[in-house]
């Protein structure tokens, strides 16, 4: 299933997601509201947002010797975790991301970056 939303649609279901971490039972329960609102907006039934947190939610960490990761999907898994990215890490990502944007299936991380890059995303990840 492939469901494309305007980038701006995204980051709002983003934000929303967030908020239902709050400690404020009327927040939590506003944002889940918005939510449905926000995906009804856009042709998206719950059935489908379930999909796609649940692809997203079993990216596989990459190995040494993956070849066909899919940068932009990691790369964006780490985006979305900013918060957690140390003062070191986010401009790394970042540079990660525009360069990757820019050259597509053309950027080649160099082994060094490669090390690095995998050891944040399996930080974040939570594994060990």
């Not at 907006?41 to 070849?67: C, G, M, N, R, Y």
Request: hydrophobic content about 45%; charged content about 25%.
């Amino acid at each position: 299933m492939g469901v494309t939303l305007a980038n701006s649609t995204a980051a709002r279901i983003g934000q929303l997601v967030r908020l239902l971490g709050s400690d404020e039972t009327g927040e939590v329960v506003a944002a889940a509201s918005a939510i449905k609102r926000t995906s009804r907006a856009v042709q998206l039934d719950i059935h489908a947002f379930a999909a796609i947190t649940e692809k997203a939610l079993t990216i596989s960490p990459p190995q040494e010797s993956d070849t066909d990761v899919d940068l932009a999907l990691v790369i964006k898994f780490c985006l979305d975790r900013a918060d957690k990215l140390t003062d070191r890490e986010w401009p790394f990502i970042n540079d990660m991301n525009r360069l990757e944007r820019r050259l597509g299936n053309r950027y080649v991380l160099t082994a060094r970056q490669k090390a690095w890059f995998i050891g944040i995303f399996k930080r974040l990840r939570g594994v060990r």
